[in-house]
């Protein structure tokens, strides 16, 4: 079985990127997509939902040198869910995406265009450890 999801969202942390003991690059960040709509009374309602992002080998990398905070970015990827007791003992879950492609779309998080060699599409397999 395989499935695969598109998230579309604003980068909401810079990737923070890190290597695991055998050196293998990963890069974390999290990423925010907004739903508005109008109630049944006609009142605007909007939802936001994060998603948080690993990306890793050369993914990662490109990740943590061209995305930044506020800039808007596709991420295709296997998604997993995770479930927790936060400190307050109230049940919370976690959606965490492990992307295979990253898309840089829009300008930067300084506002400015920023193409740069992987800002197209950088895609990645498997990660390897």
């Not at 993914?59 to 930044?68: D, F, K, P, V, W």
Request: charged share 20%; proline share 5%; aromatic share 10%.
């Amino acid at each position: 079985m395989f499935h695969q999801t598109i998230v579309i969202g604003y980068v909401g942390n810079d990737p923070e990127l890190r290597y695991t003991a055998s050196g293998v690059p990963v890069a974390n960040f999290s990423v925010a997509t907004h739903e508005r709509w109008k109630s049944q009374d006609g009142q605007p309602q909007e939802r936001t939902t994060w998603f948080r992002v690993a990306a890793w080998n050369k993914l990662a990398e490109n990740c943590s040198q061209y995305l930044r905070k506020g800039r808007e970015v596709l991420v295709i990827g296997r998604v997993s869910a995770h479930a927790y007791i936060a400190a307050d003992n109230s049940p919370k879950a976690t959606i965490e995406v492990t992307a295979t492609t990253v898309r840089f779309l829009g300008a930067g998080g300084n506002g400015k265009a920023e193409p740069g060699p992987f800002a197209e599409e950088a895609e990645e397999e498997e990660p390897t450890f």
